[in-house]
T-cell receptor, first 113, second 116 residues
Framework: TQLLEQSPQFLSIQEGENLTVYCNSSSVFSSLQWYRQEPGEGPVLLVTVVTGGEVKKLKRLTFQFGDARKDSSLHITAAQPGDTGLYLC?????????????FGAGTILRVKS | GAGVSQSPSNKVTEKGKDVELRCDPI?????LYWYRQRLGQGLEFLIYFQGNSAPDKSGLPSDRFSAERTGESVSTLTIQRTQQEDSAVYLCASTLQGAGRGSPLHFGNGTRLTVT
């Protein structure tokens, strides 16, 4: 099983600041997804990136997939308290019978007002 | 429409007892995953069912863990002779097709298992 490393593990910032979360692997993934999880709930998909070098924007969130499809980043502009949560990246490993999704350890983000 | 439903939402059991966790996926979703999440950590892959293919059990941590799925419907995760280190949230997710093909995983809210 391929491993995904996320950094930082924990981030505490003031409202209005910018931040970047990184997701790295030594292996290639067919695609990569980012999820956000709030306490007591399951993770919810934010975005899927498929093509090397792809950049996707979702309001104040910008996602990038590395050219070699081994790494990804999530950049949040002007963070708000509502952005607080656990951010997880997940890489899809191609298996004969379908895709298996493996998750990084997550980044806990706390945005203070 | 209804999302992924897991039951029970909370389970407290004594060390050594068996527990059974249930997952009702979204109707029509061919793929189903079980993950374990320890407090403040990411998701640890346990098992993956895809249609009628043999399940990928590579993530099950020991032979005390097993899971079944009937067709493309309900799945149960069974932990025998529970140990304190089994305490965690067990998350189930389903997807219309294989993950990573643009279809998201839809997660339930999990079962919080506490072994005393």
């Amino acid at each position: 099983t391929q491993l995904l490393e996320q950094s930082p593990q924990f981030l505490s910032i003031q409202e209005g600041e910018n931040l970047t979360v990184y997701c790295n692997s030594s292996s290639v993934f067919s695609s990569l997804q980012w999820y956000r999880q709030e306490p007591g709930e399951g993770p919810v998909l934010l975005v899927t990136v498929v093509t090397g070098g792809e950049v996707k924007k979702l309001k104040r969130l910008t996602f990038q997939f590395g050219d070699a499809r081994k790494d990804s980043s999530l950049h949040i502009t002007a963070a708000q308290p509502g952005d607080t949560g656990l951010y997880l990246c997940a890489g899809a490993e191609w298996m004969e019978y379908g895709n298996k999704l493996v998750f990084g350890a997550g980044t806990i983000l706390r945005v203070k007002s | 429409g209804a999302g992924v439903s897991q039951s029970p939402s909370n389970k407290v059991t004594e060390k050594g007892k068996d527990v059974e966790l249930r997952c009702d996926p979204i109707s029509g979703h061919t793929a189903l995953y079980w993950y374990r999440q320890r407090l403040g950590q990411g998701l640890e892959f346990l098992i993956y069912f895809q249609g009628n293919s043999a399940p990928d059990k590579s993530g099950l941590p020991s032979d005390r863990f097993s899971a079944e799925r009937t067709g493309e419907s309900v799945s149960t995760l069974t932990i025998q002779r529970t140990q304190q280190e089994d305490s965690a949230v067990y998350l189930c997710a389903s997807t219309l097709q294989g993950a990573g093909r643009g279809s998201p995983l839809h997660f339930g809210n999990g079962t919080r298992l506490t072994v005393t």
